[in-house]
C-alpha cells in the first residue's frame, strides 16, 4: 500500500510538471501574439503556484519512502499511513525529520532548475515584448 502511494505522488508529481509547462507556456504564447508584456508577466502565477504543489508532493513523497522504509525495518505497524502527520515526523530520526520541510523542498535542485526556468522565460518575454513594442 505504501508502494502504491509513493508510485501514484510520483506520477502525480509528473502531470503537476506538465500541467504548468502548458499553462505557462499557453500565457506566453497569447502574450506574443497580442503584444502584450503584462499577460506574459501573469505566466508566473501558475509556475509559481504548480512550483509549490510540486513541492508539496515531493515532499510528502519523500515522506512516504521514510515511512517505507521504517516499515520495512518493523520500526512501525505496517498499516500506518500517516506519513506526513507532524506527530508522526517528530518520532523519527534527525537524517529523516530533514525531509519533512516543505520550504527546504521547495529548493530541491530537481524543482529549482525547472521552475526556474519557466519563471525565467516569463520575465525574458515580458520583457522583449516590453522593449519592442
Not at 504564447?29 to 512550483?51: C, E, R, T
Amino acid at each position: 500500500m505504501i508502494q502504491a502511494v509513493i508510485a501514484r505522488l510520483g506520477n502525480n508529481g509528473f502531470l503537476v510538471k506538465g500541467s504548468a509547462t502548458t499553462l505557462t507556456v499557453a500565457f506566453l504564447g497569447v502574450a506574443f501574439n497580442n503584444d502584450n508584456w503584462q499577460l506574459a508577466l501573469v505566466g508566473l502565477v501558475p509556475a509559481l503556484a504548480f512550483w509549490g504543489l510540486d513541492a508539496y508532493m515531493l515532499r510528502s513523497e519523500r515522506l512516504f519512502r521514510v515511512l517505507y522504509e521504517k516499515v520495512r525495518q518493523n520500526q512501525v505497524a505496517p498499516l500506518l499511513m500517516n506519513a506526513t502527520d507532524p506527530e508522526v515526523i517528530k518520532l523519527w530520526g534527525k537524517k529523516d525529520r530533514q525531509k519533512r520541510s516543505w520550504l527546504r523542498t521547495l529548493w530541491r535542485p530537481a524543482l529549482l532548475f525547472f521552475y526556474g526556468a519557466l519563471a525565467a522565460s516569463c520575465a525574458a518575454v515580458s520583457v522583449i515584448i516590453h522593449c519592442t513594442s
